[in-house]
């Protein structure tokens, strides 16, 4: 079972974020989220006892749907705290409720090739992993976090310069940043990560790769992270960025730009050791993120908490389109068999994928199929895969077959 529990609090908001969150809740009203979130959990694991609650229910601040799935008959593989800011709750009681549903740790680390996850998840130890803000590392949270099981952080920290954290509206440093992976590591944690935002408005020449981004991107390196998360600016309307940009007081920069920061990031994080494993994620090889990988593949996950989704059953064919293009290559022929109830639209997707490799998007090889070709197409056994610069658009071709 993959497992996902969400913490929709933070300091403070960031222009740039449309994520689900609340500023400024009191310390008993997110004592109280806490509370809704193990009545929810106790549905899963009724045997566990509930601590007792000065809290009534349901709560009315954060509603929560009554019932979730039927009972997990797996243990939890992989289990993520995100947010929002996940450490500004007592998050003690959930590791109490949850720690006798961790799988016992058989191997000291994830080292299994990325092929193999899916079959080995069931053998490894649960990945427990908690997003981190910078500020709320202390040795006191790092000590908790270790004795409840946590074995993977993730920490934001979105760019190392000063001016464009002010900017963003994050509310650390780039030195607190440093600080907090230091305290990460000597605490132990051998399976820490960042995330950085590229593409941020600013200073370039000539749509070049900024200084400043070459400087974060050396910032990042000198920490040796075992994963790295570079997102592209999405400008997501309601936002303060969304807002300045409007008025004139912000440009954004060219979609080319944003996409050679993020070359430049795959290139810096290569030479650390980091491997691109999808669109956005840098891993060491074998320190790819689990959880990430279970949702992309299309595998069930139960998502707790205020603005959290759960997926069960079949995965939608998005998702498996989106994992072959990026992984194996896509046959139309194969999708339809997988989803037969898409196999009219195969002509369709055999021209639209021809156009983009006229684009130079797309690369098309002849492939054999698992499975019997359908022949409602005129190349029933082509499989279609990205180049480098279809990679950085891979949504964008995504969405037309889907
Ligand atoms: S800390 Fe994260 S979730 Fe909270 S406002 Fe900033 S980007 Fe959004």
Redesign the pocket.
């Known amino acids: 079972m993959n497992l996902y529990i969400h913490f929709p609090f933070?300091?403070?908001?960031?222009a740039?974020?449309a994520?689900h969150?609340y500023v400024g809740r009191s310390e008993k009203e997110r004592d109280q989220y806490v509370d809704g979130i193990l009545h929810q959990l106790h549905q899963l694991f009724p045997s566990t006892p509930l601590p007792s609650s000065p809290f009534p229910l349901p709560s009315s601040l954060f509603p929560l749907p009554s019932s979730l799935f039927p009972l997990p008959s797996s243990p939890i593989s992989t289990l993520y705290f995100g947010?929002?800011?996940p450490a500004l709750c007592n998050l003690q009681p959930l590791l109490d409720f949850l720690a006798p549903h961790l799988s016992p740790a058989l191997n000291p680390q994830p080292s299994s090739p990325n092929s193999q996850l899916k079959t080995l998840n069931s053998k490894l130890p649960t990945e427990f992993t908690v997003e981190l803000?910078p500020l709320d590392v202390s040795s006191e949270l790092l000590r908790q976090l270790k004795a409840g099981g946590v074995n993977r952080l993730s920490m934001?920290v979105q760019n190392f310069d000063e001016a464009i954290l002010r900017a963003m509206?994050?509310p650390h440093t780039a030195e607190q940043a440093q600080t907090a992976w230091r305290q990460i590591r000597e605490a132990g944690f051998d399976n820490a990560g960042i995330d950085l935002i590229c593409g941020w408005p600013g200073e370039r020449q000539n749509g070049a790769v900024s200084d400043s981004w070459k400087r974060t991107l050396d910032a990042a390196a000198e920490l040796a992270p075992d994963h790295c998360s570079v997102y592209t600016l999405i400008l997501e309307p309601k936002t303060r960025l969304a807002r300045d940009v409007a008025s004139g007081r912000v440009t954004l920069p060219s979609d080319d730009v944003a996409l050679a920061e993020l070359a430049a990031a795959e290139q810096a994080l290569a030479a650390i050791g980091l491997e691109r494993y999808e669109i956005s994620s840098f891993a060491k090889p074998g320190w790819e993120c689990r959880h990430n990988l279970a949702t992309w593949r299309g595998e069930d996950y139960i998502g707790i908490g205020d603005g959290a989704c759960s997926r069960e059953g079949n995965a939608e064919s998005r998702v498996i389109f989106r994992l072959r293009l990026l992984k194996e290559g896509f046959s139309p022929a194969q999708a339809a068999v997988d989803f037969p109830e898409l196999a009219p639209r195969v002509a369709e997707w055999c021209a639209t994928l021809d156009r983009f490799v006229a684009e130079g998007l797309l690369t098309s090889h002849p492939a054999p199929l698992k499975q019997s070709p359908v022949t409602r197409n005129s190349k029933p056994e082509t499989t279609y895969c990205l180049t480098p610069r279809g990679t950085e658009v891979c949504d964008t071709i995504l969405a037309e077959l889907v």
Not at 10 to 14: A, D, V
């Open positions: 933070c300091r403070s908001k960031c740039y974020c994520l969150s947010g929002g800011t803000n934001g509206g994050r």
